[in-house]
């Protein structure tokens, strides 16, 4: 059984940073990628940022490139998002989630099985 934990959410000013945490346990060689989505009320959720675990280069939605920053670290089977000059528009919800084995789209979200239960990011102006 695959279990997703966030943490690190919070509240910043615009321009801020904040890093997002994802701790993982019960990964198996199926569970080949994982990433961050989000949804902001009213909203769909949408994908932020993917990684294949075994090494393939992540890929980012176009509104975030040059700002967040997806890394992992596989020996504590964590999974990070580094969100830099943040914007009012970053405001959402912030699920981590995984999925396998693969390949597949790393921004869409029917791609994904296991889900964690979220952690707000609200950026003010």
């Known amino acids: 059984q695959v279990q997703l934990v966030e943490s690190g959410g919070g509240s910043v000013q615009a321009g801020g940073s904040l890093k997002l945490s994802c701790a993982a346990s019960?990964?198996?060689?199926?569970?080949?990628?994982w990433g961050w989505f989000r949804q902001a009320p009213g909203k769909e959720r949408e994908g932020v940022a993917g990684i294949d675990r075994f090494g393939r280069p992540p890929t980012y939605t176009d509104s975030v490139k040059g700002r967040f920053t997806i890394s992992q670290d596989n020996a504590r089977n964590t999974l990070y998002l580094q969100m830099n000059s943040l914007k009012p528009e970053d405001t959402a919800m912030y699920y981590c989630?995984?999925?396998?084995?693969?390949?597949?789209?790393?921004?869409?979200?029917?791609?994904?099985?296991?889900w964690g239960q979220g952690t707000q990011v609200t950026v003010s102006s």
């Open positions: 989630a995984a999925g396998g084995p693969g390949p597949a789209n790393l921004l869409n979200r029917w791609n994904y099985g296991y």
């Open positions: 019960g990964l198996t060689y199926s569970t080949r990628y």
